[in-house]
């Protein structure tokens, strides 16, 4: 019989290999089934079921020596990213565009929009959930000091993606870059570019409570 944390793990896996279809779903019909939309189905589903889990069975979900702070950790790090994912595939699809898209309305955003609003809603939903059993002090003196750390990561690849920012810009030709330097392009690549400096955070911290525990 499975045990609650092997349902967990389970439907993680199909939640995962799910979005990833929906985001990288072909625009054509495999033997008649839609990937994108099929994946976007059994994503939210999947995702419904995790948060379901998590509400009735919550203490079993993640192992007892984890901390509160530290199950928040793995959860915003994997909606952070899945959604650096779904801006990156944004990204991707916008760069195959002939015409500059110069007016929000062109910008082809409604499923990376979605996406996010749902993304948002289910992390807000899950970090309320972890801590409806929490006492009144939700971290101790360790979590903060790995929260100071992994801030401070976080500010150092933004750092070093400004310097190597200000490398490219002097280096490389304007006509090369004029199309990423256009306004709603090169507004979406910086909002992209604080996302990662999310994940670097949310990667940093999840390194130091496992090498804590060691």
Request: proline share 3%; glycine share 6%; aromatic share 10%.
């Amino acid at each position: 019989m499975w045990t609650v944390r092997r349902q967990w793990q389970a439907l993680m896996v199909l939640a995962l290999v799910a979005c990833m279809a929906n985001l990288f779903g072909p625009a054509e019909r495999w033997w008649g089934v839609d990937l994108g939309a099929t994946g976007a189905t059994v994503f939210h589903l999947c995702l419904a079921g995790l948060l379901v889990l998590m509400a009735l069975k919550d203490g079993e979900v993640f192992p007892d020596a984890w901390s509160l702070a530290e199950r928040r950790a793995w959860v915003g790090l994997v909606f952070t990213a899945l959604i650096l994912v779904a801006a990156g595939k944004f990204l991707w699809v916008l760069s195959h565009f002939e015409i500059v898209p110069t007016r929000l309305y062109q910008l082809p955003a409604r499923n990376l929009v979605s996406f996010i609003v749902v993304m948002g809603i289910a992390w807000g939903v899950a970090a309320h959930l972890l801590g409806r059993r929490a006492g009144p002090v939700e971290h101790d003196e360790r979590d903060l000091r790995l929260r100071f750390q992994a801030d401070r990561a976080g500010d150092w690849a933004l750092s070093l993606t400004v310097v190597a920012s200000v490398v490219l810009l002097s280096n490389v030709a304007a006509p090369t870059l004029a199309w990423w330097l256009q306004q709603l392009v090169l507004a979406n690549v910086l909002i992209a570019v604080l996302i990662a400096k999310l994940l670097v955070e949310h990667v940093a911290l999840v390194a130091l409570y496992v090498r804590a525990r060691r």
